[in-house]
């Protein structure tokens, strides 16, 4: 079973770095149901991602020719931007292999959690600037939405009104609003 395994890995990590487009189906962990889809465009260097799960619905960027991953939280009909850090977030070949064994093993579980905050308040519209940077993907994902940007953080002790997003089963981000203390 070792030896099917290492093959499957093997497979996995040669196949996402040839093929120029792969589609995953995205199962729920725990109860896996199909909660979405994840494609991966070698070519340009994109993830797209797209979870459905009623409230918790999200598409989801990476664009790693630009630098940059965008989440659109349906249920805050907002998008949050955030800038990738290679020490937090897996390089595409990694996130294909991941993928890879998840839909072939079933048993392959990712705990890695990115937590983002952003500051209420503080959104603003895209402009062209802004779409110059974080590139067309982004830019036709966000037009017309609040634009938030997010900040790397360390899990907070209170995680309820945090929003899931990312990848399930292999990279959750996790989006906080930050809370501000009000001095009296």
């Keep these: ?15 996402a ?5 792969n589609t995953f189906v ?3 962990p725990i109860s896996n149901y199909v909660t979405g889809t994840m494609t991966i465009h070698n070519e340009e260097q994109i993830v797209d991602v797209h ?14 020719t630009h630098g940059y991953i965008a989440t659109r939280l349906f249920s805050r009909n907002a998008c949050f931007i955030m ?7 897996p390089d595409l070949q990694e996130i294909g292999r991941l993928a890879f064994e998840r839909e072939t093993m079933r048993d392959v579980y990712s705990p890695n959690n990115v937590w983002a905050q ?3 308040g503080s959104s603003r519209l895209g402009h062209l600037k802004d779409w110059i940077l974080y590139g067309k993907h982004i830019e036709n994902l966000c037009t017309g939405l609040p634009l938030y940007e997010l900040v790397a953080t360390e899990p ?3 995680d309820d009104g945090c929003a899931s997003a ?7 981000l996790k989006i906080c609003e930050e809370l501000i203390a009000n001095e009296y």
């Excluded at 070792?2 to 196949?15: E, H, Q, R, Y």
């Excluded at 770095?17 to 487009?21: E, Y």
């Excluded at 800038?83 to 977030?89: A, C, D, Q, R, T």
């Excluded at 990312?166 to 959750?172: A, F, H, T, V």
Aim: with cysteine.
């Design 156 to 158: 907070p002790a209170n």
């Design 26 to 28: 995205l199962h729920d």
């Design 118 to 120: 952003f500051q209420a």
């Design 1 to 15: 079973m070792k030896t099917f395994a290492a093959v499957l890995i093997c497979l996995g990590v040669f196949w």
């Design 17 to 21: 770095q040839t093929s120029a487009l």
């Design 166 to 172: 990312g990848i399930p089963s292999i990279l959750g």
């Design 51 to 64: 979870v459905r799960s009623g409230i918790y619905s999200s598409d989801t960027i990476f664009d790693y």
């Design 83 to 89: 800038k990738i850090k290679k020490e937090i977030i």
